[in-house]
């Protein structure tokens, strides 16, 4: 399964972290991520730790990436661009926001957007680690 992720750039909470881990070990696939510091390096990380392989969409802007050494590094886009590729590439989005409420000017949430248009099943791992599904994917289950 392929699998994309988008979080904020304050890192995860734990809880976010564990419902994260347990969602991945559940699944065998490949992480799309982002490559910023924050949630996409934990992300990455916790990935790695359970032998995924990792396909890494870096933004152009260099000031807040993390330089993950994934298996696979794509060709440095604009966030928008970036993030639209991530959710194209995956078959179920996992987004780890830091508010419980949709923000203007976020790219996690600007991630989301994308994946509602293009109807693709997520998971929304809240901050206290509760999972809220939105849309149908048969072979995934939290």
């Known amino acids: 399964m392929r699998i994309g992720t988008t979080g904020t750039q304050s890192g995860g909470t ?12 559940k699944v065998s696939g490949t992480l799309h991520f982002g490559d910023c510091i924050g949630w996409d390096e934990e992300a990455f990380e916790i990935a790695k730790s359970l032998g995924y392989p990792t396909v890494c969409h870096p933004p152009e802007n260099d000031y807040k990436r993390a330089y993950c050494e994934a298996d696979e590094i794509l060709p440095v886009e604009g966030y928008r661009e970036r993030n639209t590729a991530i959710v194209k590439a995956s078959q179920v989005l996992i987004a780890c926001p830091k508010e419980f409420e ?41």
Do not use: C
Not at 14 to 25: E, G, N
Not at 122 to 128: E, F, G, K, L, Q
């Open 14 to 25: 734990l809880k976010q972290k564990q419902a994260f881990r347990r969602m991945l070990s």
């Open 102 to 142: 949709e923000v203007m000017r976020s790219g996690t949430w600007m991630t989301l957007r994308i994946a509602q248009k293009l109807h693709k099943p997520i998971r929304i791992i809240w901050p206290n680690g509760v999972v809220k599904k939105i849309g149908k994917e048969h072979t995934y289950d939290t």
